[in-house]
């Protein structure tokens, strides 16, 4: 079969790849391994039928904003898409039994802060405020590729409207480690430990320079818009985004992998799969493979120059992570306050410390202590996902290792996921009780992913990454997934790749699939 491009893997990035190529006319074809599309969105049934999960990504907003929906919504939302607009977005535990959140209404957000310190309220707000400066200027700078003029032109109007103080301090921030950002601007730690729980979602614990930017944007994109998720499950953004490509022309082929790149010259012009058949593109082959995979197993090393395969071997991913899916009788009891119940997300990691002790632990392959957990509530926002006056409950556990050396705790003998993935789960239970007595009597059913089922799933979740490569400065920006190539091409003409290991990396913003099936002199 001919095409005019061929995308390989149909996780969201590819997909929005595909739909916005067919929508220029183009004959796509979709390659995906697993029988359904998705890769990192996914729901499903994984307890108890009637339960629906999301299996990895829950919250939407990145996609909600993301410019992709903006070219796309009216097509995508006619094909079912449905957001779930929340207001209780995300809230902190700490270890003397309080707690803390954001709520859309930043007077209601601003007075529980003002009862912890009042000047930090104000500095909350004066935040707040900047954020709604900052914000056209760096989400144009994350909607451009990377480097591009248009992100040249967004820097520089944002000099000319701001001076050169708001980009010296931008660049700061950028750099800045969440700590040291934080702790300059408030002075509660309830409130700096609040904001920096966000960097765990990355790899990004207090002290790791470059993570300032994720808390920062998170936590006031929460403050200003509100979180979304999907009405049903996650998976509403795959259900729309294949509709929207069937009906444009383009095809999905799915349960069969990519095998081999196919050459002319040195020009790539299709796949092998691997039950046999041949697809030649005669335009583009877009992969949204993690680029490990692609240029270790599918492309040949000797296909490209040495320091791109070097390039590629060295990509670092981030660390592992785990989930853990309920089915519950109840919404969580928190001893801190019956409130919490009606957030979307529920950060257990109550001091900095112990993020720290977290991420070292699992960087040095130690089972974490105490895990950090990110406890999210989709029933309580969208009931539908579950039967009448039952829940389900999404936990993550950041961070674990990808392979097992040891527990930091002691007590975890074994080093193979699939024999510790229960017993851990059981750690994470236990912690989470002493934080919601009575949690553990309301679960009916529990289904527990380790990293390795992570990447069972989803080849591009090496060792369970759930970021498909680490976020750390030297390979973000610029360096993502490797300097010179940060624009989507590759040393082959006609190959090029998208994905969270590409600009601007990881969540379900849709953003280098889209900005590459955009690029009039790329594909
Ligand atoms: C547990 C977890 C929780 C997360 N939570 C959130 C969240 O709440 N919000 C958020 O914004 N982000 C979240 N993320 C991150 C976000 O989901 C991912 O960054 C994003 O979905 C990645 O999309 P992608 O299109 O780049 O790749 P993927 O979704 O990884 O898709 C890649 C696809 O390629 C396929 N593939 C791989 N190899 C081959 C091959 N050889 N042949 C054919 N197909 C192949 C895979 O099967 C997969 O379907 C989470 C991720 C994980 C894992």
């Keep these: 079969m001919e095409y005019d491009a061929i995308v390989l893997g149909a996780g969201h990035n590819g997909l929005a790849a595909a739909v916005h190529l ?8 979709v390659v995906e391994a697993r029988d359904i599309a998705g890769g990192a969105v996914k729901t499903a049934e994984v307890t108890l039928p009637g339960f629906r999960h999301d299996l990895y990504a829950m919250n939407l907003s990145m996609f909600a904003g993301s410019p992709f929906f903006a070219r796309h919504k009216d097509d995508l939302v006619a094909a079912g898409l449905e957001l779930v607009p929340v207001a209780n977005c995300f809230a902190n535990l700490f270890r003397d039994g309080t707690w803390l959140g954001v709520n859309t209404d930043l007077d209601r957000t ?19 405020a900047r ?6 200027h760096i989400f144009g700078l994350l909607g451009s590729p990377m480097p591009s003029v248009a992100a040249a032109k967004t820097v520089w109007k944002a000099w000319w ?12 921030l950028i750099l800045s480690t969440p700590r040291a950002f934080l702790s300059a601007r408030f002075k509660h730690p309830h409130v700096q430990t609040m904001m920096a729980a966000w960097g765990m979602h990355l790899d990004f614990p207090p002290d790791t320079a470059g993570g300032a930017l994720f808390p920062y944007l998170e936590s006031m994109a929460n ?12 998976d509403t953004i795959i259900r729309a985004m294949v509709a929207v490509l069937k009906a444009k022309g383009g095809e999905l082929i799915t349960g069969t992998s990519v095998t081999g790149l196919e050459m002319v010259g040195k020009r790539a012009k299709g796949v092998r799969l691997a039950d046999g058949r041949l697809l030649t593109a005669r335009r583009a082959v877009v992969s949204n493979i993690h680029p490990t995979r692609l240029f270790g197993s599918i492309v040949g090393p000797r296909q490209v120059p040495q320091r791109f395969s070097e390039g590629m071997a060295r990509f670092r991913p981030g ?18 306050g019956a409130e919490l119940k009606s957030f979307a997300y529920v950060h257990v990691a109550p001091d900095m410390a112990m993020m720290t002790a977290a991420f070292a632990e699992a960087a040095a392959g130690l089972l974490p202590r105490e895990p950090v957990l990110v406890v999210g509530q989709p029933t309580a926002i969208d009931p539908s996902r579950a039967p009448d006056g039952k829940h389900v409950i999404w936990i993550q556990v950041r961070v674990v290792p990808a392979e097992i050396r040891g527990d930091a705790a002691g007590h975890i003998g074994e080093t193979d996921w699939d024999s510790v993935k229960e017993v851990y789960a059981d750690r994470v239970l236990d912690s989470l ?12 059913a529990r289904r527990v992913l380790s990293p390795l089922d992570l990447e069972r799933d989803n080849p591009n979740l090496i060792g369970g990454d759930n970021l498909a490569g680490s976020h750390h400065l030297d390979q973000n920006f610029l360096f993502r997934p490797l300097a010179g190539y940060s624009r989507y091409k590759t040393p082959i003409p006609g190959l090029y790749v998208c994905g969270a290991s590409t600009w601007p990396g990881a969540g379900t913003g849709a953003g280098s699939g889209f900005m590459l099936a955009k690029m009039p002199a790329g594909v």
Excluded: C
């Design 161 to 172: 409207q701001l001076g050169s103080g708001w980009l010296a301090d931008t660049a700061r």
């Design 131 to 136: 954020f709604g400066v900052d914000a056209p």
């Design 22 to 29: 067919a929508s220029k006319g183009w004959s796509v074809a």
């Design 433 to 444: 009780e002493t934080y919601a007595p009575g949690l553990k009597g309301s679960v009916i």
């Design 110 to 128: 601003a007075q529980a802060i003002s009862a912890l310190s009042p000047d930090d309220a104000a500095a909350w707000r004066a935040l707040v």
């Design 319 to 336: 660390p592992g992570t785990m989930m853990i899916h309920l089915a519950t009788d109840a919404l969580p009891e928190w001893a801190a």
């Design 223 to 234: 403050q200003s818009f509100g979180m979304a998720i999907g009405r049903g499950g996650a």
